[in-house]
């Protein structure tokens, strides 16, 4: 199987990095893209400016709280947009509060997480979270992811 093609947007690097070490020791291969915030996040599903080559990706987590453009905003740009809508969009955040994930929902993301503390949680919870979305999750074309 294929890596999968992650993009995360997160702009807490020590929130990123416990992602990346989490994710290396997942069961599933990943070329991971990390962006610092939504409106790089946009660059890149826009293949703009120094992302003019990017790579769609198969799966993509978003944190809610970021500065310029927040991943609620990214969220309702990839759900209108007929190219990327079908791309599994999932909020992981730290954020409980019921208005942000009705807010997301509303926004027809694949799924809302909220970051747990636990450095084993959070590892059990990406690994369950990218072996479903790409070996058990049916795309439009058939295949995993």
Wanted: charged share 25%; hydrophobic share 40%.
């Amino acid at each position: 199987m294929p890596p999968v093609k992650l993009l995360i947007a997160e702009d807490d690097d020590d929130h990123a990095e416990i992602l990346e070490m989490a994710i290396d020791e997942a069961p599933v291969s990943c070329e991971i893209t990390r962006v610092c915030d939504g409106e790089e996040a946009l660059q890149y599903l826009k293949c703009e400016g120094a992302y003019a080559d990017a790579l769609r990706p198969d799966l993509i987590l978003l944190d809610i709280n970021m500065p310029r453009v927040n991943g609620l905003q990214v969220a309702e740009f990839i759900k209108s947009n007929p190219a990327l809508l079908h791309i599994p969009t999932i909020m992981m955040t730290t954020s409980n509060s019921d208005h942000d994930k009705r807010r997301a929902y509303d926004l027809h993301v694949n799924s809302y997480l909220v970051k747990p503390a636990d450095f084993g949680d959070m590892m059990k919870m990406l690994a369950d979270t990218l072996t479903y979305w790409s070996t058990w999750n049916r795309s439009l074309d058939g295949s995993g992811g």
